[in-house]
């Protein structure tokens, strides 16, 4: 089956490597781009063999099997719902879902009410020490978890990442989705309440670029995340996925992107890891087409995206009032 995808939106960084994975994939064709830089959009569709539209309703005009919408943050919602409204059934957003939890909700709606199906992008489901992480806690290797200490540090990203309209938030609402939604991925097991300090230190903003969280789950498992925009441009890469998930038989250590190679360079007078391992974008990608041609569901549902954004929500208002929050 060929499969036309439209793009809605270049703006998040994790556009242009979902685009260069649907050009690997046999039979899919990306059959219209929208951005809001239109000179970017054109040059987009030219890289990637497709047509640029300036109005993404037009783009929503063709006949599409599948759409994937990388806009703002604050932009989801309104991509989303157009793109259902429009007849599309496979939508792929990246995370977070949205901004708030009425937006998110909204999308989660509509979709149903079109018969849409709402993937979120998650790609760090597709880690391989994830996916083996994931294989030992469902074989009870380490026994019952008890607890967890996790990692999301990166770089500063800037642009509109930085501006809260458009963001919803800083390092805590770029990064704590994708640690929350591996740990109910691997837990069955929702977040209950969240506690929160945040701020900034290593940035001179307004936006946040440093949290600690400490989660309490449903299951009597409590975890910490260290999230921040920490790294500085000379550090060797963009940042890292960390877990170590402690069990009453042992203990699974997840460094996510471990598989690279330390590369000194007198060329720019700084250290590299370049990353040599798996595609977690592509495996991602192949997953979402895979669901577009009826073979499978996307494992990733909205909802999945609304559960992730909850705590994050939950921990700036933890911040704010220096109290645990009830989710």
């Known amino acids: 089956m060929n499969v036309k995808i439209g793009m809605i939106s270049f703006a998040h960084m994790h556009a242009g490597s979902y685009a260069s994975c649907l050009k690997q994939i046999d039979g899919v064709e990306i059959a219209g781009i929208y ?7 054109k040059a987009l569709a030219q890289r990637f063999g497709s047509k640029f539209y300036p109005d993404y309703n037009k783009l929503l005009e063709q006949e599409l099997d599948g759409v994937i919408v990388c806009s703002t943050n604050a932009d989801h919602n309104k991509h989303v719902i157009s793109a259902a409204n429009a007849g599309c059934k496979h ?4 995370k977070p879902i949205a901004t708030t939890l009425d937006d998110a909700k909204a999308m989660i709606y509509h979709c149903k009410e079109n018969k ?3 993937g979120i992008a998650f790609p ?3 880690i391989p020490a994830v996916i083996n992480a994931k294989v030992a806690i469902d074989d009870a290797s380490i026994g019952k978890i008890l607890a967890a200490k996790t990692t999301n540090h990166g770089r500063m990203p800037g642009g509109w990442f930085i501006v809260k309209e458009k963001s919803g938030g800083g390092a805590v609402m770029d990064h ?5 939604d591996l740990l109910r991925w ?3 097991s929702d977040p209950i309440e969240v506690y929160a300090e945040i701020d900034n230190k290593f940035h001179n903003m307004d936006i946040d670029d440093t949290g600690i ?4 789950f449903d299951n009597g498992v409590f975890a910490t995340l260290d999230t921040s925009w920490s790294r500085t441009k000379s550090y060797p890469t963009w940042g890292d996925v960390t877990m170590e998930i402690v069990g009453t038989e042992g203990v699974i250590s997840v460094d996510g992107f471990a598989q690279d190679i330390d590369l000194y360079s007198d060329a720019n007078n700084s250290a590299q ?3 040599w391992g798996d595609n977690m974008d592509l495996f991602l990608v192949k997953d979402f087409i895979a669901s577009v041609r009826g073979e499978k569901p996307f494992p990733i549902k909205g909802e999945d995206g609304l559960k992730a954004l909850e705590v994050a929500l939950a921990a700036y208002e933890s911040a704010k009032v220096k109290l645990p929050i009830k989710i």
Not at 35 to 41: I, R, S, V
Not at 176 to 180: F, G, N
Request: hydrophobic residues 40%; negative net charge.
């Open 213 to 216: 969280l400490t989660i309490q």
């Open 35 to 41: 951005n809001e830089d239109e000179d970017q959009g």
């Open 273 to 275: 890891w370049v990353y």
């Open 116 to 118: 849409a199906e709402l």
């Open 124 to 126: 760090c489901r597709y």
């Open 91 to 94: 939508i792929l957003c990246e």
């Open 176 to 180: 704590t989705p994708h640690v929350v």
């Open 186 to 188: 691997f837990m069955k």
